[in-house]
């Protein structure tokens, strides 16, 4: 009898450890799967967030571009010129591409649910001031800057909120004034 429990502890105790290892073996490769789509899915998002991030900065430099021909042709003598007729015609296409960014920008900001609202209005104010001023060759440019600056924070918290970060893990406290970020 004493030496079947003998032989019963000898092969729980080569068993157990084989058992741990299969066990543990097991684990790993589920908890590697589990990375794998994790990664998987953080390069999705971090795809999105790239193109919307280059489609933003994009918007801002046609933006300046518009503002700063604006504001040479409105300082022309002869809006019929030939200078004026050329920088008129530039305005006309950097508006469509104005347009085209702002419709890939709210392509991009349907993953940032909580913060793609304000940089669509950000983004459609900053077009609809630029519009008003071509139109009635009046208006206040720091509207517009405004308007941009708008559009640049709530950029920033949609950028995080695609990513998955908080405003303060990129660097600015998410709680601060507004004109206290950069």
């Given at each position: 009898?004493?030496?079947?429990?003998e032989?019963?502890?000898?092969?729980?105790?080569?068993?157990?450890?084989?058992?741990?290892?299969?066990?543990?073996?097991?684990l790993?490769?589920?908890?590697?799967?589990?990375?794998a789509?994790?990664?998987?899915?953080?390069?999705?998002?971090?795809k999105?967030?790239?193109?919307?991030?280059?489609?933003?900065?994009?918007?801002?430099?046609?933006?300046?571009?518009?503002?700063?021909?604006?504001?040479?042709?409105?300082?022309?003598?002869?809006?019929?010129?030939?200078?004026?007729?050329?920088?008129?015609?530039?305005?006309?296409?950097?508006?469509?591409?104005?347009?085209?960014?702002?419709?890939?920008?709210?392509?991009?900001?349907?993953?940032?649910?909580?913060?793609?609202?304000?940089?669509?209005?950000?983004?459609?104010?900053?077009?609809?001031?630029?519009?008003?001023?071509?139109?009635?060759?009046?208006?206040?440019?720091?509207?517009?800057?405004?308007?941009?600056?708008?559009?640049?924070?709530?950029?920033?918290?949609?950028?995080?909120?695609?990513l998955?970060?908080?405003?303060?893990?990129?660097?600015?406290?998410?709680d601060?004034?507004?004109?206290?970020?950069?």
């Amino acid at each position: 009898m004493q030496s079947w429990l003998e032989i019963g502890k000898l092969v729980a105790g080569i068993a157990t450890p084989i058992v741990v290892a299969i066990i543990g073996i097991l684990l790993l490769r589920r908890v590697e799967g589990v990375k794998a789509l994790v990664a998987k899915q953080s390069e999705f998002q971090k795809k999105w967030a790239e193109e919307f991030f280059v489609s933003g900065q994009q918007f801002l430099r046609a933006l300046e571009r518009d503002l700063a021909l604006l504001t040479v042709l409105f300082g022309l003598k002869d809006l019929k010129g030939k200078l004026g007729t050329e920088l008129y015609d530039e305005v006309c296409r950097l508006n469509a591409t104005l347009t085209e960014l702002e419709l890939r920008i709210r392509r991009c900001i349907v993953f940032a649910p909580g913060s793609g609202e304000a940089v669509t209005k950000s983004a459609k104010d900053c077009i609809t001031f630029t519009a008003q001023l071509l139109a009635t060759h009046q208006g206040d440019f720091d509207v517009i800057f405004n308007a941009m600056n708008e559009f640049n924070r709530a950029s920033r918290k949609a950028h995080a909120e695609m990513l998955g970060l908080s405003v303060a893990e990129q660097g600015a406290p998410a709680d601060a004034p507004q004109s206290a970020r950069p």
